[in-house]
């Protein structure tokens, strides 16, 4: 995970230095574009409030290129994941990675891929493979844009937590 980020350097840093723990958090750069522009902050709730709405005013290309920054659940992170690789692995820590649980994670993964066109993403954080399994199955059955809606929302939530751990 990247350094912390006290709430005065995060207020007063030029752009360019903040761009590498921002990706961490959210690889869209429209996203920090839009983050960056609602400073200063005058708390960690409020810039942690700003994060989750600039995720929340992305567009479709945007959300996608915020997707493609997150590895597939149950898959360990590297490669095109490298910003919110630390992230990952501790989000996901919580997540079976048990042969049959990974075959069920791997086949969930092609069906949704395979539906909606890009990654599955689920705050993993604080649950277990049951409950992402439940979720991504459910998930399945939403129309594009309904699972569009949900994707945004789940990396509104991942976006608030990351925040949370980059300002503590």
Known sequence: MPDALPLHRLNTAAPDELRAVLRAVVTSPAWADRFLAGRPYAGVDDAVAAAEKAVLALGTAEIDAALAGHPRIGERPGGAHAEGAAFSRSEQSGVDT???????????????????????????????????????????????????????????????????????
């Open 98 to 168: 048990g042969a049959d649980t990974a075959a069920r994670l791997a086949a969930g993964n092609a069906a949704y891929e395979q539906r909606f066109g890009h990654v599955f993403l689920i705050r993993a954080a604080g649950r277990d493979a049951g409950e992402v399994l439940a979720e991504l199955r459910r998930r399945l059955d939403n129309d594009p844009a309904t699972e569009r809606a949900e994707a945004a929302g789940q990396l509104a939530e991942i976006t608030a937590l990351r925040m949370r751990q980059v300002l503590a």
